[in-house]
């Protein structure tokens, strides 16, 4: 089962616009990871967010990182019609988890000229 | 290789066929993981190894599906008399030894699988 949820499940933007996206989980983890992936093929990894740290920046990408409730934003500025994607969090579980990820179930966002 | 190179890109197969879905990771990332995303819905673990044990097989759906992994590169992974459930794209990715839970995981393109 997936342990991440993504929320929305779609995200329609004009160019330009920020495009925010949150995913929420159920263990405690070491980590979180923001993926991208393009026409449902293989995914590229974005970010990482350490599970002390608040807030990561890398480009026009923002995360954030709540561990007391157990959920994360993605957040990317000046969107682009590149960027029309489906994003997914992963989570690395601190215990049980082995040495897998556990993903979300994704956030389809389509940015309009 | 440069990245992780799955094949085929695309496969059609009657039901109750057997295939084989075919992964080359990078080299010397000894960690492997095949992963299955059926339409519209997120990545479903099946399967990691390390090196050419595969430590963790609990995301197996059932005994029609194995994966084998040899010289701590290239997998494979087979699926036995499939059925029209079994559709969906498999996922490989691959990271150093460790690494993928804190820096992240390479992915390959995918193999879409189709039963009809």
């Known amino acids: 089962s997936q342990q991440g949820e993504e929320d929305p499940q779609a995200l329609s933007i004009q160019e330009g616009e920020n495009a925010t996206m949150n995913c929420s989980y159920k263990?405690?983890?070491?980590?979180l990871q923001w993926y991208r992936q393009n026409s449902g093929r293989g995914l590229v990894h974005l970010i990482l967010i350490r599970s002390n740290e608040r807030e990561k920046h890398s480009g026009r990408l923002r995360v954030t990182l709540d561990t007391s409730k157990k959920s994360s934003s993605l957040l990317i500025t000046a969107s682009r019609a590149a960027d029309t994607a489906s994003y997914f969090c992963a989570t690395d579980a601190l215990t049980g988890g082995g040495n897998k990820l556990t993903f979300g179930t994704g956030t389809q966002l389509k940015v309009e000229l | 290789g440069a990245g992780v190179s799955q094949s085929p890109s695309n496969k059609v197969t009657e039901k109750g066929k057997d295939v084989e879905l075919r992964c080359d990771p990078i080299s010397g990332h000894t960690a492997l993981y095949w992963y299955r995303q059926s339409l519209g819905q997120g990545l479903e673990f099946l399967i990691y190894?390390?090196?050419?044990?595969?430590?963790?097989k609990s995301g197996l759906p059932s005994d029609r599906f194995s994966a084998e992994r040899t010289g701590g590169s290239v997998s494979t992974l087979t699926i036995q008399r499939t059925q029209q459930e079994d559709s969906a794209v498999y996922l490989c990715?691959?990271?150093?030894?460790?690494?993928?839970?804190?820096?992240?995981?390479?992915f390959g393109s995918g193999t879409r699988l189709t039963v009809v």
């Open positions: 190894f390390q090196g050419n044990s595969a430590p963790d």
């Open positions: 990715a691959s990271s150093l030894p460790g690494q993928g839970r804190y820096y992240g995981y390479t």
């Open positions: 263990t405690s983890i070491n980590n």
